[in-house]
């Protein structure tokens, strides 16, 4: 709790500590649910003169009154008070923004991403360079330049599919009656276009509106290409790599995606820019396409905000969009629309599936019964819910879309098939390991579960828990992922499982297009064997 | 080349992002018992409570655990540092610092060997060291520390080492190159984790891309700048 008191005298209160950087700490404010504080660590100013440049270049920024939302929502975290202790200047107002999210967690994938949005595509990321490039457009619109246009200072607003930027203070900008001029003067160095690399002090630098599409394209780049660094390579030659400055790349322009670069290969791993549509492509080529030599000359070339936007609004319309084509084999690939083969499963195909090894377990095995005997009771209530919606469902599994649409008879379906389970086999799994390691890693417990009616004399030579993985295997052909650690384990350790969607959104959107009439007769057998065989 | 004692490193994730690879060296002899295991315990569940704050760092840093007693052990291999999981270590034994140095050393050549082949770029790597520092393997001693100055002379590692109970703080100092000015010692905790992290992740004023006859004359943060703590 501190008091702090703004430009006209208003008092605020800080409360709670919601986060800290380098240069400050955000609090929230009594009595304001929209405004959150900004106060700056002692060590941010050298001297009073940095001080005071600070206090007249955030008076400056209020004074220009930016409209800061647009179409009802933040896009940046626009200083709107001074905030004064012992009549210095400590910090600023800033509108709060309700997002805990950034944009490397879109550009990043896996699970982050996933948890965000279950039915994440490539569009998904299109809307969002669209909408980078619609935010920097409108802050250039007014003069301001971002110039410190780092992937730390930009928030995504996952609801409203938009961008904020939360680090305004360091923004370049002219004060607009005394013309004073305030500089950016900090930069993230693998975001800076290679006439900042060389300049060393950035206090000195000359950041500007072509600076700023340089840190754009590679956020685009990073959006589009499944978060591939427009400058990273495989280095072919056998140069010894500490004597390379940290962002030679950047400065010589080895962009292996735009053009030939001597020595250096496009990983294995990153996606094939022809993938990208070719007026895409080379919007990028006009950013990156540059040598040592060249960087200077070719800084007007660069793609501009308004150049992006124009070029990435037809891709990012919602469906059925002709500029888009989903995969017929995995819905949630979304792709432009001229490949002719989906470049996400061919990216899938050249990357062999990282197998997650069992890290060392920290603490022994907890063996108190008590763990195991309530989630039992918890199985026998979960399994009796199980059977009633069985009943309920008439025993058909197609065209139950609307059964599913009541999430607590989805959770239910879920719990009774994956979740609870799992912790009374607990023991017998940690002893039965060595013996799971030893099987054959491409074998099918059974084998034909997709392809004919399973019997109970197929189930009768089996353990229980080996019929438990029996029907998950016929989910894991399909690359249902799994809550339950070990059912996961167990299928990692199998060389034809891809697992590749998350349990929620297989249940929702695959499981009933993708299931056979086998296999879906086959998942309830086996479950009404297993509950029949534990009672 | 290296025989890989890291036998259960994880692939690394987010290929396009730069790394910073960190191996945790600690200290698991016989005099580390008592209060001292538990500080170095709760050390490494800070460094992931720090960690798990940063999630740019969180997709960033890799990590690898490495104990020494009489021997020298990797009780978690490098991985993602979303994979990180704090070990519980019990202390006995030798103090084998040296062997663990040369061992750390490396096992970082070996995860950069893997980012090379995979295009993956990296952030000069950091080697923690968490111990009371009196180590008795010192047939190795020489050999340790002159491939620890050398390596931290050719910035290819960021030496931190972290005082454990009553640490020789000396002895710890005696491993950085003699010409190096500050020899900092810091403690292993959440506040020292969590400033390394923030900045690895913070804009900073100086960048060191100009040509290296020119950015020899700039200071640069060698370690994390604003970590002045010492003990």
């Known amino acids: 709790m501190a008091i702090y008191y703004g430009q006209y005298g208003t008092k605020y209160v800080t409360v709670k500590q919601l986060g800290a950087g380098g240069e400050g700490t955000v609090y929230t404010v009594e009595g304001y649910k929209e405004i959150v504080a900004k106060i700056y660590k002692t060590t941010k100013f050298k001297d009073s003169n940095e001080r005071a440049v600070m206090e007249r270049k955030l008076k400056a920024m209020i004074a220009m009154k ?63 360079a669209f909408h980078l490039a619609w935010l920097v457009n409108y802050l250039h619109s007014y003069n301001i330049i971002i110039g410190d246009f780092n992937q730390n200072n930009i928030a995504v607003n996952v609801e409203a599919g938009t961008i904020v930027i939360i680090d305004c203070d360091s923004f370049d900008i002219v004060d607009p009656v005394t013309k004073e001029h305030f500089p950016c003067t900090v930069g993230l160095p693998e975001m800076l276009a290679p006439e900042l690399q060389t300049v060393g002090d950035l206090r000195k630098a000359n950041f500007t509106k072509s600076t700023d599409y340089f840190s754009l394209a590679i956020h685009i780049f990073r959006l589009l290409m499944d978060n591939a660094d427009p400058f990273g390579a495989v280095i072919k030659t056998a140069e010894s790599v500490s004597s390379i400055p940290e ?38 080529k006009k950013t990156f396409d540059y040598t040592a030599l060249t960087a200077m000359k070719k800084i007007p070339e660069r793609t501009s905000a308004y150049e992006w936007c124009v070029a990435l609004l037809p891709y990012a319309k919602p469906e059925p969009n002709p500029k888009l084509k989903r995969c017929p084999k995995n819905r949630r690939h979304v792709y432009p629309a001229h490949n002719s083969e989906c470049p996400w499963c061919a990216k899938h195909k050249q990357t062999p599936r990282p197998k997650p090894i069992p890290g060392p377990s920290p603490t022994p095995k907890t063996t108190n019964r008590w763990w195991v ?23 058909s599994w197609g065209g139950t879309d609307t059964s599913y649409d009541n999430t607590q008879e989805d959770e239910t379906y879920n719990d009774s098939y994956y979740d609870s389970e799992d912790e009374t086999y607990d023991d017998s799994y940690y002893d039965s390991e060595d013996e799971t390691d030893e099987e054959d890693s491409d074998d099918y417990i059974l084998t034909d579960s997709d392809t004919s009616y399973i019997t109970e004399e197929d189930l009768e030579s089996l353990t229980d828990r080996e019929v438990q993985l029996a029907r998950n295997e016929i989910f894991a052909r399909h690359g249902r992922k799994f809550d339950t650690e070990w059912i996961q384990d167990y299928f990692d350790g199998k060389d034809w499982y891809v697992a590749e969607y998350e349990p929620e959104y297989f249940d929702e959107y695959i499981l009933d297009s993708e299931f056979n ?19 | 080349m290296f025989k890989s004692k890291q036998e259960d490193l994880l692939p690394v994730a987010n290929q396009g992002e730069r790394h910073i ?73 030798l103090t084998s610092l040296n062997e663990a140095i040369i061992e750390a050393l490396n096992a970082i050549e070996e995860r950069k060997a893997q980012y090379k082949e995979q295009g993956v770029s990296y952030y000069r790597p950091w080697l923690f060291v968490l111990t009371d520092g009196a180590p008795t393997d010192t047939n190795r001693e020489s050999e340790a520390r002159n491939r620890l100055q050398q390596a931290i002379r050719d910035k290819k590692v960021v030496y931190m080492p ?52 020119v950015s020899d004359s700039i200071e640069l943060p060698e370690t994390p700048s604003v970590i002045t703590v010492g003990i």
């Not at chain 1, 053009?259 to 250096?264: H, I, N, T, W």
């Not at chain 1, 199985?379 to 025993?395: S, T």
């Not at chain 2, 200290?27 to 460094?47: H, K, R």
């Open chain 1, 517 to 535: 009439n086998y296999e879906k007769e086959n998942v309830k057998f086996m479950a009404d064997y297993e509950n029949t065989n534990s009672n």
């Open chain 1, 247 to 284: 962002n030679r790349a950047i400065c010589n322009g080895e962009c292996v995606y735009v053009r030939d670069v001597p020595g250096r290969a496009r990983p294995e791993w990153a996606v094939d820019p022809k993938m990208l549509p070719q007026e895409i492509l080379y919007l990028f």
């Open chain 2, 162 to 213: 972290m005082g454990i109970g009553n640490a020789d703080k000396t002895k710890l100092q005696s491993y950085y190159p003699e010409e190096t000015k500050s020899k900092i010692v810091l403690q292993a905790n959440a506040v020292n984790f969590r400033e390394a992290f923030v900045w690895l992740s913070n804009s900073i004023a100086v960048v060191s891309n100009s040509d290296p006859t």
């Open chain 1, 373 to 395: 005997i309530i989630p039992i009771l918890g199985i026998i209530a979960v399994l009796a819910i199980a059977y009633k919606y069985y009943v309920y469902d008439g025993g």
């Open chain 1, 66 to 128: 930016l409209p800061y939302v647009v179409d009802g929502v933040a896009r940046v975290a626009w200083p709107q008070d001074i905030l004064y202790e012992n009549g210095m200047m400590v910090g600023f107002t800033m509108p709060k923004i309700h997002t805990k999210y950034k944009i490397y967690d879109i550009y990043r994938g896996g699970q982050q991403r996933d948890k965000i949005y279950p039915d994440y595509n490539w569009k998904y990321s299109v809307q969002y």
């Open chain 2, 21 to 93: 690879p960190a191996v945790l060296l600690v200290d698991i002899s016989g005099s580390m018992a008592g209060a001292s295991i538990d500080e170095l315990n709760q050390g490494l569940i800070e460094f992931g409570q720090a960690l798990q704050e940063d999630s740019l760092a969180l997709g960033r840093a890799e990590v690898s655990v490495i104990s020494f007693n009489s021997e020298v052990k990797t009780e978690v291999g490098f991985r993602p540092a979303t994979d990180y999981q704090a070990p519980r270590l019990a202390a006995n034994g």
